[in-house]
Protein backbone atom coordinates (compact mmCIF):
# COMPACT_ATOMS: atom_id res chain seq x y z
CA UNK A 1 0.00 0.00 0.00
CA UNK A 2 0.52 3.52 -0.21
CA UNK A 3 3.21 5.30 2.79
CA UNK A 4 5.77 7.38 3.15
CA UNK A 5 9.09 6.83 5.29
CA UNK A 6 11.09 9.30 7.34
CA UNK A 7 13.94 8.99 9.01
CA UNK A 8 13.83 8.64 12.94
CA UNK A 9 14.14 11.55 14.92
CA UNK A 10 14.32 13.91 16.75
CA UNK A 11 17.37 15.40 15.32
CA UNK A 12 19.31 18.28 17.29
CA UNK A 13 21.68 20.48 14.92
CA UNK A 14 23.79 24.17 15.80
CA UNK A 15 22.71 27.22 14.23
CA UNK A 16 24.27 27.16 10.31
CA UNK A 17 25.02 23.57 10.20
CA UNK A 18 23.59 21.56 7.49
CA UNK A 19 20.31 19.70 7.14
CA UNK A 20 19.58 16.29 5.47
CA UNK A 21 16.09 14.78 6.13
CA UNK A 22 15.61 11.69 4.12
CA UNK A 23 12.50 10.97 3.03
CA UNK A 24 11.43 7.61 0.82
CA UNK A 25 7.80 7.08 -0.36
CA UNK A 26 5.66 3.94 -1.95
CA UNK A 27 2.94 4.57 -4.05
CA UNK A 28 1.72 3.74 -7.38
CA UNK A 29 1.51 6.34 -10.16
CA UNK A 30 3.03 9.54 -10.42
CA UNK A 31 2.56 11.28 -7.15
CA UNK A 32 2.83 15.08 -6.10
CA UNK A 33 5.32 15.05 -3.36
CA UNK A 34 5.17 17.92 -0.46
CA UNK A 35 6.90 18.77 2.77
CA UNK A 36 5.33 20.28 5.33
CA UNK A 37 6.19 22.13 8.79
CA UNK A 38 4.51 22.36 11.89
CA UNK A 39 6.20 25.18 14.51
CA UNK A 40 5.19 24.66 17.94
CA UNK A 41 1.84 25.17 18.79
CA UNK A 42 0.49 25.87 15.06
CA UNK A 43 -0.73 23.76 12.15
CA UNK A 44 0.77 22.35 9.48
CA UNK A 45 2.14 24.84 6.80
CA UNK A 46 3.20 23.79 2.89
CA UNK A 47 7.09 24.25 3.09
CA UNK A 48 7.50 23.59 -0.53
CA UNK A 49 6.63 20.85 -3.28
CA UNK A 50 6.90 18.83 -6.66
CA UNK A 51 4.73 17.77 -8.80
CA UNK A 52 7.06 15.58 -11.06
CA UNK A 53 10.20 13.77 -11.74
CA UNK A 54 13.46 16.21 -11.48
CA UNK A 55 11.36 18.89 -9.81
CA UNK A 56 13.17 20.85 -7.50
CA UNK A 57 10.72 22.39 -4.60
CA UNK A 58 12.16 25.04 -2.71
CA UNK A 59 11.22 27.48 -0.63
CA UNK A 60 12.71 29.66 2.74
CA UNK A 61 16.09 28.25 2.09
CA UNK A 62 15.26 24.64 1.78
CA UNK A 63 15.38 22.50 -1.18
CA UNK A 64 13.79 18.85 -2.35
CA UNK A 65 13.99 16.83 -5.30
CA UNK A 66 11.97 14.41 -6.73
CA UNK A 67 13.93 11.38 -7.86
CA UNK A 68 11.59 9.20 -9.31
CA UNK A 69 14.25 6.67 -9.43
CA UNK A 70 15.04 6.39 -5.87
CA UNK A 71 11.24 7.13 -4.78
CA UNK A 72 12.69 10.27 -2.51
CA UNK A 73 12.37 13.44 -1.72
CA UNK A 74 15.17 14.34 0.94
CA UNK A 75 15.19 17.67 2.53
CA UNK A 76 17.98 19.99 2.47
CA UNK A 77 19.05 22.98 4.03
CA UNK A 78 22.68 24.59 3.41
CA UNK A 79 22.47 26.23 7.15
CA UNK A 80 19.76 25.96 9.91
CA UNK A 81 18.37 28.68 11.68
CA UNK A 82 17.14 28.57 15.54
CA UNK A 83 13.75 29.85 14.05
CA UNK A 84 13.86 26.46 11.82
CA UNK A 85 13.30 24.20 15.12
CA UNK A 86 9.71 22.67 13.73
CA UNK A 87 8.77 19.10 13.00
CA UNK A 88 8.76 18.31 9.43
CA UNK A 89 6.51 16.41 7.48
CA UNK A 90 6.91 14.55 4.28
CA UNK A 91 4.05 13.32 2.24
CA UNK A 92 2.57 12.78 -1.26
CA UNK A 93 -0.54 12.82 -2.83
CA UNK A 94 -1.64 10.34 -5.77
CA UNK A 95 -4.59 12.24 -6.49
CA UNK A 96 -7.37 9.81 -5.38
CA UNK A 97 -10.20 11.52 -3.69
CA UNK A 98 -7.53 14.21 -3.16
CA UNK A 99 -5.67 12.02 -0.29
CA UNK A 100 -2.52 13.16 1.48
CA UNK A 101 -0.22 10.61 2.81
CA UNK A 102 1.83 11.76 5.62
CA UNK A 103 4.91 10.26 7.28
CA UNK A 104 5.59 10.23 10.42
CA UNK A 105 7.16 13.65 10.90
CA UNK A 106 10.64 14.45 12.67
CA UNK A 107 11.24 16.95 15.24
CA UNK A 108 14.23 19.06 14.17
CA UNK A 109 15.97 21.13 17.32
CA UNK A 110 18.24 23.77 16.32
CA UNK A 111 20.76 25.07 19.32
CA UNK A 112 22.19 28.86 19.02
CA UNK B 1 -7.75 37.10 7.31
CA UNK B 2 -7.45 33.67 8.56
CA UNK B 3 -7.79 31.34 5.74
CA UNK B 4 -8.77 28.22 7.98
CA UNK B 5 -10.20 28.83 11.23
CA UNK B 6 -10.93 26.64 14.28
CA UNK B 7 -12.75 26.48 17.45
CA UNK B 8 -12.65 26.21 20.29
CA UNK B 9 -8.76 26.73 20.50
CA UNK B 10 -8.42 24.20 23.76
CA UNK B 11 -11.11 22.06 25.16
CA UNK B 12 -11.03 20.44 27.97
CA UNK B 13 -13.68 17.96 29.51
CA UNK B 14 -15.00 14.94 31.02
CA UNK B 15 -15.62 11.39 30.03
CA UNK B 16 -18.16 10.84 28.40
CA UNK B 17 -19.38 14.11 27.50
CA UNK B 18 -20.11 15.24 23.94
CA UNK B 19 -18.16 18.00 22.53
CA UNK B 20 -18.20 19.49 18.91
CA UNK B 21 -15.33 21.34 16.99
CA UNK B 22 -15.78 23.87 14.41
CA UNK B 23 -13.83 24.62 11.11
CA UNK B 24 -14.24 27.40 8.53
CA UNK B 25 -12.31 27.76 5.43
CA UNK B 26 -12.52 31.08 3.47
CA UNK B 27 -10.39 29.98 0.32
CA UNK B 28 -12.95 28.69 -1.52
CA UNK B 29 -11.80 25.54 -1.65
CA UNK B 30 -14.26 22.60 -2.29
CA UNK B 31 -12.90 20.29 0.06
CA UNK B 32 -12.09 19.81 3.59
CA UNK B 33 -10.29 17.36 5.97
CA UNK B 34 -10.08 16.27 9.82
CA UNK B 35 -7.08 14.96 11.00
CA UNK B 36 -5.94 13.53 14.66
CA UNK B 37 -2.45 14.17 15.85
CA UNK B 38 -1.38 12.06 18.63
CA UNK B 39 0.99 13.02 21.13
CA UNK B 40 4.46 11.80 19.33
CA UNK B 41 2.83 13.82 16.11
CA UNK B 42 1.99 11.02 14.13
CA UNK B 43 -0.89 12.34 11.37
CA UNK B 44 -4.21 10.41 10.90
CA UNK B 45 -6.81 11.79 8.54
CA UNK B 46 -10.39 10.95 9.84
CA UNK B 47 -12.76 12.09 7.07
CA UNK B 48 -12.85 14.47 3.52
CA UNK B 49 -15.81 16.06 2.49
CA UNK B 50 -15.70 17.50 -1.16
CA UNK B 51 -18.84 19.48 -1.81
CA UNK B 52 -20.68 18.74 1.40
CA UNK B 53 -20.19 14.91 0.10
CA UNK B 54 -18.19 12.53 1.70
CA UNK B 55 -15.29 10.90 0.57
CA UNK B 56 -12.76 9.86 3.09
CA UNK B 57 -13.98 7.92 6.03
CA UNK B 58 -10.77 6.03 7.49
CA UNK B 59 -11.38 3.75 10.52
CA UNK B 60 -12.82 6.48 13.10
CA UNK B 61 -15.56 5.11 15.75
CA UNK B 62 -18.59 5.76 15.16
CA UNK B 63 -19.00 8.31 18.10
CA UNK B 64 -17.39 10.63 15.46
CA UNK B 65 -19.16 12.61 13.64
CA UNK B 66 -18.69 14.80 10.76
CA UNK B 67 -21.14 17.43 9.38
CA UNK B 68 -20.75 19.92 6.56
CA UNK B 69 -23.79 22.41 6.16
CA UNK B 70 -21.57 23.91 2.93
CA UNK B 71 -18.78 23.98 0.97
CA UNK B 72 -16.60 26.39 3.62
CA UNK B 73 -17.96 25.00 6.92
CA UNK B 74 -16.78 21.20 8.10
CA UNK B 75 -18.01 20.55 12.07
CA UNK B 76 -16.80 17.60 14.07
CA UNK B 77 -19.12 16.18 17.14
CA UNK B 78 -17.68 13.49 19.46
CA UNK B 79 -20.25 11.64 21.90
CA UNK B 80 -19.18 9.79 24.81
CA UNK B 81 -15.73 11.16 25.03
CA UNK B 82 -12.89 8.36 25.89
CA UNK B 83 -9.47 9.47 27.71
CA UNK B 84 -8.08 7.94 24.42
CA UNK B 85 -9.88 10.51 22.25
CA UNK B 86 -7.30 13.46 23.67
CA UNK B 87 -5.31 14.84 20.68
CA UNK B 88 -5.11 17.63 18.51
CA UNK B 89 -7.85 17.78 16.03
CA UNK B 90 -6.66 19.66 12.82
CA UNK B 91 -9.14 21.17 10.10
CA UNK B 92 -7.79 21.62 6.27
CA UNK B 93 -9.01 22.75 3.28
CA UNK B 94 -7.96 21.75 -0.78
CA UNK B 95 -9.00 21.87 -3.99
CA UNK B 96 -10.02 18.83 -5.47
CA UNK B 97 -7.23 16.78 -7.46
CA UNK B 98 -4.76 19.61 -5.80
CA UNK B 99 -2.93 18.10 -3.37
CA UNK B 100 -1.82 21.45 -1.39
CA UNK B 101 -4.01 21.71 1.35
CA UNK B 102 -4.44 24.31 3.72
CA UNK B 103 -4.01 23.66 7.86
CA UNK B 104 -5.81 25.22 11.07
CA UNK B 105 -4.50 26.16 14.19
CA UNK B 106 -5.86 22.92 15.66
CA UNK B 107 -8.15 21.93 18.94
CA UNK B 108 -6.47 20.73 21.58
CA UNK B 109 -8.80 18.08 23.33
CA UNK B 110 -8.05 17.06 26.43
CA UNK B 111 -9.73 14.38 28.03
CA UNK B 112 -9.78 13.72 31.96
Known amino acids: GNSVTQMEGPVTLSEEAFLTINCTYTATGYPSLFWYVQYPGEGLQLLLKATKADDKGSNKGFEATYRKETTSFHLEKGSVQVSDSAVYFC???????????FGKGITLSVRP | DTAVSQTPKYLVTQMGNDKSIKCEQN?????MYWYKQDSKKFLKIMFS???????INETVPNRFSPKSPDKAHLNLHINSLELGDSAVYFC???????????FGPGTRLTVT
Open chain 1, 91 to 101: AFDTGANSKLT
Open chain 2, 92 to 102: ASSLAGVGEQY
Open chain 2, 49 to 55: YNNKELI
Open chain 2, 27 to 31: LGHDT
